[in-house]
C-alpha cells in the first residue's frame, strides 16, 4: 500500500523555522518527483516546492523564495522542506504528494498520490 505520512508541523513565532517529512511506505520514493502543496482556510490549494527524481528543485509560489528549501533523502525514502523566516500567511495545512515519473509538474492532478497533511500555524 502506497502511503506518504507528512510530520513537523506546529505553531512557530513569526521568523522562526520548522521543517518538514515526508515519508514513505509501501512504495521507493527515489523514482518519483515529490510536491509539497498547500491550503490555507478558505483558499483553494497552491503548490509550494517540487523536486525531481535527480534533487532538481522548482519553485511554485512566489511568496517562499529564499526562504523553503526542498530536499530529499532517498536512504531514508524520505523529502524534506525547511521553511525559514516564516510569516502569518505561510499558515497552512501542508501537503506533500508523489508524482509517478521523475520531472516535476505544476499540475496538481498528476501527482497520484498524496499525504493526510500536516498543520504549519504562524502566530505570535
Known amino acids: 500500500q502506497f502511503q506518504l505520512v507528512e510530520s513537523g508541523g506546529g505553531l512557530v513565532p513569526p521568523g522562526g523555522s520548522l521543517r518538514l517529512s515526508c515519508a514513505a511506505s509501501?512504495?521507493?520514493?527515489?523514482?518519483?518527483?515529490i510536491g509539497w502543496f498547500r491550503q490555507a482556510p478558505g483558499k483553494e490549494r497552491e503548490g509550494v516546492q517540487c523536486i525531481s527524481n535527480s534533487g532538481a528543485g522548482t519553485t511554485y509560489s512566489e511568496s517562499v523564495k529564499g526562504r523553503f528549501t526542498i530536499s530529499r533523502d532517498n536512504a531514508k525514502n524520505t523529502v524534506y522542506l525547511q521553511m525559514n523566516s516564516l510569516k502569518p500567511a505561510d499558515t497552512a495545512v501542508y501537503y506533500c504528494?508523489?508524482?509517478?515519473?521523475?520531472?516535476?509538474?505544476?499540475?496538481?492532478?498528476?501527482?497520484?498520490?498524496w499525504g493526510q497533511g500536516t498543520q504549519v500555524t504562524v502566530s505570535s
Open positions: 509501501g512504495f521507493t520514493l527515489e523514482y518519483f518527483a
Open positions: 504528494a508523489a508524482l509517478p515519473v521523475g520531472s516535476c509538474s505544476g499540475e496538481q492532478y498528476r501527482f497520484d498520490y
